[in-house]
């Protein structure tokens, strides 16, 4: 009885947890370049019951080994092991502002081990030195004329330096290149994860990658990659899609919690009832 306390308990923490991932997912239908989660759901190992110096069992009869009577096997309940971004390209929006560039996905090697595609990434040089990586190409200018995110961190080009502007009159070519007064001033820089379920998410649309920097793009071979100034890269997040995964959770949640009621009333019978002395 007992043991059902506890698998149905799982269950209910496991689509709590799930409901708070989507929630956030549809938070964020609207932040330019967020990429939506998603769970991963899986069972506690099960394990394998028998009764100790039993002669009989309801399914098998008199079956004994080493002294037990196997009983048959019972699940331990489930939990939310991890969630994992997904980094499919979002839609386009025109904002027509000069510091708004969108990159956009071309051609991405398939990851042997995963089957996946890769991903690439503006970079960034956070407050503390460290390359970040984001999908959110919702840049401006600070004051000294360094293209920032709204973090306030740098924009980087494809030598790691940052790009710093007489003004946010310039343009940005297909390929990345910033050009002001004619000429060249840097190249947007770009990197390329491999694998990108392996990055660290640290919030705000940004991501660390675990083992050092990730390579620039250009030198990768097989990456293609545009970029679109006046645009911004929307959310991923289907909205109608992640309700409905809602719903689906909060009533996997409810189910659990009726389920756990009856475990409660037989419970209380248990010890009202059964165990009374007339």
């Known amino acids: 009885m007992f043991r059902g306390f506890y698998t149905v308990g799982s269950g209910m923490i496991a689509q709590q947890r799930r409901t708070e991932m989507l929630a956030n997912n549809i938070a964020n239908a609207n932040t ?54 997904l980094f499919k390209q979002g839609t386009l929006r025109e904002t027509g502002m000069t510091t708004d560039i969108a990159l956009l996905d071309g051609s991405l090697p398939i990851d042997a081990e995963t ?85 660290l998410k640290q919030g705000n649309g940004l991501f660390a990658s675990l083992d050092g920097n990730l390579p620039e793009a250009q030198n990768v071979a097989g990456v293609g990659y545009s970029f679109q100034q006046g645009f911004l890269e929307g959310s991923n ?25 009856a475990y409660d009333r037989s419970m209380e019978k248990a010890v009202n009832e059964i165990g009374r002395v007339n």
């Open 115 to 199: 089957g996946e595609p890769g991903a690439i990434f503006f970079r960034l040089e956070s407050a503390n030195g460290n390359e970040l990586y984001t999908k959110n190409g919702n840049f401006t200018m600070d004051a000294a004329g360094y293209l920032t995110n709204p973090m306030g961190y740098y924009v980087l080009d494809t030598n790691g330096q940052r790009i710093q502007l007489q003004n946010d009159d310039f343009s940005i070519s297909g390929a990345g290149n910033i050009l002001q007064d004619g000429a060249t001033v840097a190249t947007l820089g770009v990197s390329f994860a491999e694998q990108p379920g392996a990055l």
């Open 237 to 261: 997040v289907d909205a109608a899609k992640t309700m409905t995964d809602m719903l689906a959770a909060y009533r996997a949640f409810e189910a659990n919690q009726k389920i756990l009621q």
């Open 32 to 85: 330019p370049g967020f990429k939506a989660e998603q769970s991963s759901i899986r069972s506690f190992p099960e394990m394998f019951m028998s009764s100790l110096n039993a002669q009989r069992i309801p399914t098998q009869k008199g079956i004994q080994l080493n002294g037990l009577s196997p009983v048959g096997e019972l699940s331990t309940g489930v939990y939310m092991q991890e969630t994992m971004p």
